[in-house]
Nanobody
Framework: QVQLVESGGGLAQAGGSLRLACAAS????????MGWFRQAPGKEREFVAG????????NVAVSVKGRFTISRDDAKNMAYLQMNSLKPEDTAVYSC???????????????????WGQGTQVTVSS
């Protein structure tokens, strides 16, 4: 099992930046692909970005492409989501997720992931 704890959320102005962090514990972090999802009020949880277990492959949603970047630091058991050029529509609860896998492909669906953090609120004001 792996435990995930997010941090770094908060309030930002439109055009600003935030970096979310996801701390993992309880298992070998490098065995897991990592993903970030978000859920806005009244909407379904959606995929934001994912990174393979090796870090060689990443995938980001069209809505955040060019603005958000996912990365990982296996030495620190951390995954990150750098969010630039924030927009009010980025306001949501952001959660990190982990999937135990040896495949190179980045899991894109929430059902693919095995473990989830509690989430961190991101609010972007206009």
């Amino acid at each position: 099992q792996v435990q995930l704890v997010e941090s770094g959320g908060g309030l930002a102005q439109a055009g600003g930046s935030l970096r979310l962090a996801c701390a993992a514990s309880g298992s070998t972090f490098s065995n897991y692909a990592m993903g970030w999802f978000r859920q806005a009020p009244g909407k379904e949880r959606e995929f934001v970005a994912g990174i393979s277990w090796s870090g060689a492959n990443t995938n980001v949603a069209v809505s955040v492409k060019g603005r958000f970047t996912i990365s990982r630091d296996d030495a620190k058991n951390m995954a990150y989501l750098q969010m630039n050029s924030l927009k009010p529509e980025d306001t949501a609860v952001y959660s990190c997720a982990a999937k135990f896998t040896g495949r190179r492909a980045v899991p894109l669906n929430r059902a693919d992931y095995d473990y989830w953090g509690q989430g961190t609120q991101v609010t972007v004001s206009s």
